[in-house]
């Protein structure tokens, strides 16, 4: 698997090279700004975290790797550890450039917003493909949007209309400054570790996936 | 002895199109020529002994490992020529071989140099630079740098000039001299089965029209030549393909003392080659 992980890095060292230069070069101008930091940290660590794929659909070479003895599933890990660590990648250099100014709860969060669309990309790159796959994605995205914005809008009416009952005292003190501040650390690990069990079940699903699929 | 490749049955449907009920073996070090028309099924069956096709029926061993299940191990014991080598376009040679040999335990460091030398290949050089024969070339020097025992290769020969075609193939032979591994190869030049190939299979429309030594089918089949009358005669009893022009019939049949007792001496019988029974078989009957 580490084979295959390497592979991968070296296939688009030139484009990484690219990112890894353009990168903190850009978010080194945006410290001042929190919201533009975290636009360049999403853009750029989306663009580590797929580039790679899309470098290998460009030229064609899947069928070159589906046919060095390796395990389909051991593709599926590897791209997953891949883009795993392109995201890890891309956030430490965030937090190393920017100093922290992001704070730990947007770096958890960016971690986990690119991690669940890595975790619903994938299985659909691998049962369909990268066109169709991405056009999945598209659908399968925009689907879950409406679905929260169904939920937020519902939660909201509830709330105009007091069905809810009024917030608990604890609850408006963790939800202040302060409160979050000290609560940013359990809300990063949740964050991970749901992110990270996502993406584990996202494995698995396009592990099975793509054992059926042809090359 | 056991076959390094035995395909039985092997069925893979599309839309459109079904591979269907292919059957051959390769005993270990001999060249086996998959010939047909374009569309015929022959990238099918090369993709489904690399196991990266997903079969629908039959079974497809490679040393006793089915490629589907086994994939790693089948694949450790196969080196692969694509129609059409990919290899990232920005890297070296150099880069790519060092990325491609981690794959394989027995890779030969010494006899891919000594190969890359033969085949006047510059380490150095970008993949994306290199014409569509170095590309063959070097995907062949690939495969041929891990002990493999059974090197697939899919219409290897295709778009190069015909003396680029002769070199390769006989580098290809002068390097099999001597060694152990097979060669499965797909091709619709019918002069690279001449030059190399030790078994014939010819597929057309996905089914298996014949699959047997070269010199037993050179040896039974035979090129009957003939008036246009004769060809009304219930051609499809005697013949297995037949083309018929202004001034008589060419016709391709595996029934030599068949045709002899019909026709007797109203035909010519002549010694085929590979292309007569191949263009013939793929022509079912045509009225030029």
């Known amino acids: 698997m580490l084979n295959l992980i390497l592979k991968d890095l070296i296939a688009a060292r030139w484009f990484l090279l690219v990112i890894l230069v ?13 919201p533009a930091a975290m636009v360049v940290t999403l853009i750029f660590t989306s663009l580590m975290a797929f ?98 914005a169904g939920v937020g809008a519902l ?50 699903l396009s592990a099975r996936w793509y054992s059926t699929r042809d090359c | 002895m056991q076959p390094i490749l035995s395909v039985k049955g092997l069925t893979k449907r599309f839309e459109g199109f079904t591979l269907s009920n292919v059957s051959f073996e390769i005993p270990p070090g001999f060249v086996m020529g998959l010939v047909g028309p374009n569309g015929a099924g022959k990238t099918t069956t090369l993709k489904s002994v690399l196991g990266l096709l997903r079969r629908d029926a039959g079974e497809v061993l490679v040393s006793g490992l089915d490629p589907e299940w086994d994939g790693a191990a089948a694949r450790t014991r196969i080196g692969f020529v694509h129609d059409e080598p990919r290899f990232p376009r920005y890297l070296t040679l150099r880069d790519i071989s060092a990325i491609i040999s981690r794959f394989y335990a027995g890779w030969n460091k010494a006899r891919f ?13 970008r993949f994306g630079v290199l014409s569509r024969g170095m590309r063959m070339k070097f995907a062949l020097v690939l495969a041929l740098s891990h002990d493999a025992q059974l090197i697939v290769m899919d219409e290897p020969t295709t778009g190069l000039d015909p003396v680029f075609r002769r070199e390769l193939l006989d580098v290809l032979q002068g390097l099999l001299e001597g060694e152990r591994a097979s060669i ?24 298996v029209v014949f699959s047997e030594a070269k010199d037993d089918i050179l040896e039974r089949w035979a090129l009957v030549k003939g008036a246009r009358e004769l ?18 019939f060419e016709a391709i049949t595996d029934d030599l003392p068949g045709v002899r007792r019909h026709f007797g001496d109203a035909v010519i019988i002549e010694r085929p080659t590979l292309e007569d029974i191949v263009l013939l078989t793929s022509s079912g009957r045509t009225n030029a």
């Open chain 2, 231 to 248: 060809a009304t005669d219930q051609p499809e009893h005697w013949f297995r393909g037949i083309q018929v022009g202004p001034h008589g």
């Open chain 1, 155 to 204: 939660v909201s009416f509830l709330m105009d209309g007091s069905a809810i009952p009024d917030v608990p005292d604890e609850l408006r003190v963790a939800a202040s400054e302060a409160g979050l501040q000290r609560l940013a650390p359990l809300v990063a690990k949740v964050l991970i570790a749901t992110a990270l069990t996502v993406a584990g079940a996202s494995a698995l």
């Open chain 1, 22 to 34: 353009l990168y903190p070069a850009q978010l080194a101008t945006m410290t001042i700004s929190p």
């Open chain 1, 51 to 148: 580039g790679s794929l899309a470098i290998e659909e460009s030229q064609g070479t899947e069928a070159t790797w589906c046919s060095l003895p390796v395990d389909r599933r051991q593709i599926v890990v590897a791209r997953y550890a891949t883009t795993l660590l392109a995201i890890t990648f891309g956030l430490g250099i965030s937090w190393a450039v920017s100093a922290g100014t992001l704070g730990l709860t947007v770096q958890s969060s960016t971690f986990f917003l690119l991690t669940i669309m890595a975790s619903l990309f994938l299985p659909c790159y691998f049962r369909l493909g990268l066109a169709r796959g991405l056009m999945a994605f598209a659908i399968v995205s925009l689907g879950i949007l409406v679905l929260l």
């Open chain 2, 113 to 125: 140099l000594r190969l890359m030398d033969t085949f006047e290949l510059p380490l150095r050089k």
């Open chain 2, 184 to 207: 499965l190869f797909s091709t619709h030049i019918t002069a690279d089965l001449d030059r190399i190939a030790d078994y014939v299979t010819l597929l057309q429309d996905g089914r």
